[in-house]
């Protein structure tokens, strides 16, 4: 890894579970860690349930779009957090990847998303104490 690990999450359509886990790694880990998102067949726009649960934890993830995955972002992300994009997922040597397994909150209200979030949170918590400990 350099010395700025990238970390890619992926999952269906982008929109809900991968765009959550990337809005808490930006909040937490700031600068020091390149984020990035993609779905294997991405929806139009970010779930609105996952929107307002992240912002009730004032989170904004209002100015990210489902974004496809592409060939050249797996391969040159250091971390790909994969949570059910099947077989889509392009595997590469010597990547280091983890498959977070969640609800997807696809066609779910607010109150099925929180849960999601939280579980979320402290899984991004975890990956992050393991790729920038703290002295």
Not at 90 to 95: D, E, L, R, Y
Not at 101 to 115: H, S, T
């Amino acid at each position: 890894m350099s010395d700025k690990p990238s970390v890619l999450f992926v999952c269906v359509h982008n929109a809900g579970r991968s765009q959550m886990a990337a809005g808490w790694l930006r909040h937490l880990a700031g600068d020091a860690v390149e984020v990035r998102s993609a779905g294997s067949a991405p929806a139009d726009t970010v779930n609105p349930a996952a929107v307002q649960a992240m912002r009730e934890i004032g989170i904004d993830i209002t100015d990210q779009t489902p974004k496809p995955l592409e060939y050249a972002t797996a391969e040159s992300s250091d971390v790909i957090v994969t949570m059910g994009c099947g077989d889509a997922c392009p595997v590469f040597p010597g990547k280091r990847y983890e498959d977070w397994k969640l609800d997807d909150p696809a066609g779910q209200g607010v109150e099925a998303v929180r849960p999601i979030r939280d579980e979320i949170r402290t899984r991004v918590q975890a990956l992050l104490a393991d790729l920038i400990p703290v002295p």
